[in-house]
């Protein structure tokens, strides 16, 4: 179970002002490309679970990951979640050609899972048709942080087709302790913030950005 805090910036003012205030404790920045998969007929996300590839740096680091039965209240998020690294050129194959990511149940745990749990995939899967498709997806600079206590920040900038938005997370396995020292970090730095009300993946879903 991977369990962050999340607070959602309102605008690039804000992303900069917080950037500028966490420039000690940086450690690197990574440009994200997020591409997300479901069955042709929904099977994943009919069970609130969605499988993603991403790239890291353009085709520097590739991760598939699957993502299921999330929550996120008062800022802080929970999800049962996987993920393995995979070479970045098959991944880019599965982004063009879906049906290719059945064909690694073979030898990948998570698609093994997803073919075991939802039915999708299995050897052969371009001549029966595509039982993966690719929903799109979004863009991300994250600029990672080695804060107090041993926290790591991240602090997100999203490209959406439909918008920008700001987010700082925080990977913890005490969401309260830690969200109270953000919350006095960021008011003490004069950064406006909220809870975040939705993942990623929810407001490219909805196609809008949440108010």
């Not at 002002?17 to 479901?38: K, Y």
């Given at each position: 179970?991977?369990?962050?805090v ?14 500028d205030?966490?420039?000690p ?5 990574h ?5 997300f998969f479901?069955g042709?007929?929904?099977?994943l996300s ?7 590839i991403?790239?890291y740096?353009g085709d520097?680091r ?5 993502k299921a039965?999330a929550s996120l ?25 879906p ?10 745990r998570i698609?093994?899972r ?7 995939g ?7 048709g595509?039982?993966f498709?690719c ?6 600079v994250?600029a ?15 490209s ?5 938005s ?14 109270e ?5 960021l008011l003490?730095k ?5 809870y975040?009300?939705a993942?990623?993946f929810?407001v ?8």
């Amino acid at each position: 179970m991977e369990v962050e805090v999340k607070f959602r910036l309102p605008d690039a003012a804000a992303h900069q002002r917080l950037s500028d205030a966490l420039s000690p404790f940086h450690l690197r920045t990574h440009l994200q490309e997020n591409l997300f998969f479901d069955g042709a007929d929904s099977e994943l996300s009919t069970h609130f679970a969605v499988s993603r590839i991403r790239f890291y740096d353009g085709d520097s680091r590739c991760v598939l990951s699957l993502k299921a039965r999330a929550s996120l209240v008062d800022g802080v998020s929970r999800v049962e979640e996987v993920e393995e690294d995979i070479d970045p050129a098959l991944g880019r194959a599965c982004v063009a050609e879906p049906w290719r990511l059945g064909s690694l149940s073979a030898s990948s745990r998570i698609m093994g899972r997803v073919k075991d749990e939802f039915g999708i995939g299995g050897e052969g899967e371009e001549k029966k048709g595509s039982s993966f498709v690719c929903l799109g997806g979004f863009r991300n600079v994250r600029a990672v942080y080695g804060w107090k206590e041993g926290l790591t920040l991240e602090l997100d900038e999203t490209s959406y087709d439909f918008g920008t938005s700001y987010e700082l997370e925080c990977e913890t396995g005490e969401p309260e302790k830690a969200k109270e020292m953000l919350e006095g970090f960021l008011l003490e730095k004069g950064v406006e913030y909220s809870y975040s009300k939705a993942s990623k993946f929810a407001v490219f879903r909805a196609g809008k950005l949440l108010p």
